[in-house]
Antibody, heavy 126, light 107 residues
Framework: EVQLVESGGGLVQPGGSLRLSCAAS????????MNWVRQAPGKGLEWVSY????????YYADSVKGRFTISRDNAKNSLYLQMNSLRAEDTAVYYC???????????????????WGQGTLVTVSS | AIQMTQSPSSLSASVGDRVTITCRAS??????LGWYQQKPGKAPKLLIY???SLQSGVPSRFSGSGSGTDFTLTISSLQPEDFATYYC?????????FGQGTKVEIK
């Protein structure tokens, strides 16, 4: 069974740091791109960060750029999100999501998010 | 960043109704769009990718259409388990952006 399990969430003070982990199982982790997505309480979904299968390509949302760092350890089948300088507005459930893809007959690249982990709650408050 | 405008933000419908949700992109995104369903306290679930491709295991009452800037998710006959919030996601370029969501409630 393909599964993603997040951990590492909790209560942290403004300005503090936290490291989230996402443990993958049931598939060849090193072959897949991965993402982090978050959802503030009662709000919609917000994409946070992307990492390619090798880790060589990374993107961030402007709201976290310079404060968050995505990484992966393919030997450990794990994805990480190091979060520094945390703010109250970073309070959210953080999901990791696998990003399968395919190329169509014209060579165009399609991707999607499936599956998602169950999420881990990060609360930034004094 | 590409803005995704989803409408309506909520709707009330009855079991058996046909439901349509739309997403409009602020610029053309070819057909790089997915639809996700989220139930309270649960992770989102993929329904449709590449604008119109049905994810394996998703009931055929769900369908997607559109290309360029205008996209539609249709539920042909609403079932009790379909009451949830639905989001579109453009994956044309970074930063990826979601629509604000459509909450489908029981009438």
């Amino acid at each position: 069974e393909v599964q993603l399990v997040e951990s590492g969430g909790g209560l942290v003070q403004p300005g503090g740091s936290l490291r989230l982990s996402c443990a993958a199982s049931g598939f060849t982790f090193s072959s897949y791109e991965m993402n982090w997505v978050r959802q503030a309480p009662g709000k919609g979904l917000e994409w946070v960060s992307y990492i390619s299968s090798s880790g060589s390509t990374i993107y961030y949302a402007d709201s976290v750029k310079g404060r968050f760092t995505i990484s992966r350890d393919n030997a450990k089948n794990s994805l990480y999100l190091q979060m520094n300088s945390l703010r109250a507005e970073d309070t959210a459930v953080y999901y990791c999501a696998r990003s399968p893809y395919y190329y169509d007959s014209s060579g165009y690249y399609y991707r999607w998010f499936d599956p998602w982990g169950q999420g881990t709650l990060v609360t930034v408050s004094s | 960043a590409i803005q995704m405008t989803q409408s309506p933000s909520s709707l009330s419908a009855s079991v058996g109704d046909r439901v349509t949700i739309t997403c409009r992109a602020s610029q053309g995104i070819r057909n790089d769009l997915g639809w996700y369903q989220q139930k309270p306290g649960k992770a989102p679930k993929l329904l449709i990718y590449a604008a119109s491709s049905l994810q394996s295991g998703v009931p055929s009452r769900f369908s997607g259409s559109g290309s360029g800037t205008d996209f539609t998710l249709t539920i042909s006959s609403l079932q009790p388990e379909d009451f949830a919030t639905y989001y579109c996601l453009q994956d044309y370029n970074y930063p990826l952006t979601f629509g604000q969501g459509t909450k489908v409630e029981i009438k």
